[in-house]
């Protein structure tokens, strides 16, 4: 017997990850992801934030192209961005391992959209892997980065917001495999993909994908009744609802979703009268099933949305279709009471600014008293929506025009905004707001590079600036202001700048509220070192 603990999903996939042999783990903060690599640094292993979730695939992928072990973390929105090396490493032989966590997030506690991921893993062609709790996130975790070097291959594993979060006993194996030793083969003909070179490549990861079919129908479960009334089949954290919902019923438990386990599905729902498929998000078990002639019960368009609980799957089981109860309401969400961004927001409020928004805490700031942002689409588009109104609009409401994005979101994406700012300048000009609080906020505190740490907080080698970096691209006006305490000469400030053709980058800094002290307490321990 191995050791017992008691883990979230996150832990669990961190603990699991040193325990493979991890060379490095690699990620940008995401919730539900976010605790993996704080949970790798901890353990031992070598963990750091890029600053954006493309290159953290890209440094992933080259430890694997050496021979090691590495582990990249995301939310799901986060493998948007990474999707354009993740549709090419499906194509390269890969010596080493590479095990990709997707964070999902159906009911959006904290994102933009619902997207589930799975469908990635079919569109790629790579495998994917999908524990139900925080035993199976350990164990999954082990097995994803076996079949990555068995199969030369990248491997998801997508995880929800609840198994992420939610903990459980689970029992660590006892094997601790040391980092994996590197060394770098020429091989070009697997890893430089030219045409010549993926056409061949490709016809070898479908027939890898054939081989799969196999693993995956090894890597299925069944839980409840055997000879139950009914069956189900589910995946994820929707097992563990369904087996509370219907004790009585037969489940199947698909770990495996790319491949599928037709094999095994098939012979299990023909067992049954009546087979239900019980998942979160899209409809991907069920159309597996429908277009392999596996008969089964699909969900009413109801049960698409938001997360499944297990009062949810009982109705679903039913084929109650009646409206779903109201939640009650909570308390909205608010920045925090001595925020460093109220006072930007009433003043974007007050001059009667059209506002493009980005992703991070300050988001809060489209909520009322300030009702200060008018679109929000992704990561480092605040600026480049800007760019696109103030071209458009007349000269008037151009003018109105502010981009207002936060420091770890501008080293995320938002750099590119300002070359296609200075590239392809607006008649009017243009403002951005960089709000920067010297921390990765909402996500839970992590650093970027521009707060000079690293992952675990120590000093990182160097730190960047923003003011010098936009400066050094070709902006007209870099502005640094606190506008907490300098609020009527920031107002002033950004009256001037609207008024001209200028291109302006304000940088307001001010240190997070939250984590002050945390700050102090790093830079303390620096000193003491």
Same mark, same amino acid.
């Given at each position: ?51 954006? =979730? ?75 892997? =999908? ?154 078990? =069920?159309?597996? !099933? ?45 920045? !925090? ?8 927001? =009433? ?183």
């Amino acid at each position: 017997m191995g050791e017992r603990l008691f883990l979230s999903g996150n832990e669990a996939i961190a603990l699991a990850a040193v325990d493979a042999g991890l060379n490095r783990g690699v990620g940008y903060p995401g919730t539900p992801s976010s605790e993996i690599l704080d949970n790798v640094s901890k353990n031992g292993g070598a963990a750091e934030w890029a600053p954006n =979730e493309k290159c953290a695939l890209e440094v992933a992928a080259g430890v694997s192209f050496a021979g090691g072990n590495a582990l990249v973390t995301m939310k799901h929105v986060g493998l948007n961005v990474a999707a354009d090396p993740l549709f090419t490493l499906a194509y390269i032989s890969i010596p080493g391992g590479l095990v990709i966590v997707s964070a999902d997030d159906p009911g959006m506690a904290s994102s933009q959209n619902e997207q589930d991921n799975r469908n990635y893993a079919a569109a790629a062609g790579v495998m994917m892997l =999908e524990p139900a709790d925080s035993q199976q996130a350990y164990d999954l975790t082990l097995k994803a980065f076996e079949l990555s070097r068995e199969f030369h291959m990248p491997v998801l594993l997508r995880v929800t917001t609840r198994v992420c979060h939610s903990k459980g006993v689970a029992v660590r194996g006892g094997v601790r495999n040391p980092a994996h030793p590197t060394a770098f083969e020429r091989d070009p003909r697997t890893r430089v993909m030219i045409p010549a070179f993926a056409r061949i490549a490709h016809r070898r990861l479908r027939s890898e994908l054939h081989k799969l079919e196999d693993v995956a129908n090894s890597l299925t479960a069944e839980h409840g009744n055997p000879e139950g009334s009914f069956g189900i089949i589910a995946s994820g954290v929707s097992v563990l609802h369904a087996m509370e919902a219907a004790p009585d019923a037969a489940i199947l438990q698909v770990m495996m979703c790319n491949p599928m386990p037709i094999e095994k599905m098939r012979e299990f729902a023909v067992r049954f009268k009546r087979c239900f498929v019980v998942e979160e998000g899209d409809y991907v078990l =069920e159309n597996a !099933c429908r277009q392999n002639g596996i008969e089964v019960i699909g969900r009413p368009e109801l049960y698409r949305f938001g997360e499944l609980n297990v009062a949810r799957v009982r109705r679903l089981l039913a084929g109650d279709t009646t409206p779903e109860a109201a939640p009650v309401p909570g308390k909205p969400p608010e920045l !925090c009471p001595g925020c460093p961004h109220r006072k930007t927001f =009433e003043a974007l409020r007050d001059l009667g600014c059209i506002v493009s928004g980005d992703i991070g805490c300050y988001t809060l700031g489209v909520l009322p008293p300030f009702s200060a942002i008018d679109s929000c689409v992704c990561m480092g588009a605040s600026i480049t929506v800007g760019l696109g109104l103030r071209h458009a609009l007349p000269e008037t409401e151009a003018r109105k025009v502010v981009s207002v994005i936060g420091d770890s979101t501008f080293w995320h994406t938002g750099v590119n905004g300002i070359v296609e700012m200075v590239y392809n300048r607006p008649k009017t000009g243009h403002v951005v707001l960089i709000l920067d609080n010297s921390i990765t906020a909402m996500t839970g505190m992590q650093e970027n590079p521009g707060t000079g740490r690293r992952l675990d907080h120590t000093p990182a080698d160097g730190r960047l600036d923003i003011e010098a970096v936009v400066k050094a691209m070709g902006v007209d006006n870099v502005d640094v202001i606190d506008t907490t305490v300098q609020h009527e000469e920031f107002r002033e400030l950004l009256a001037r700048r609207l008024a001209s053709n200028d291109l302006t980058v304000i940088v307001a800094r001010r240190v997070c509220v939250i984590a002050a002290a945390k700050i102090k307490s790093y830079a303390a321990a620096t000193e003491v070192k």
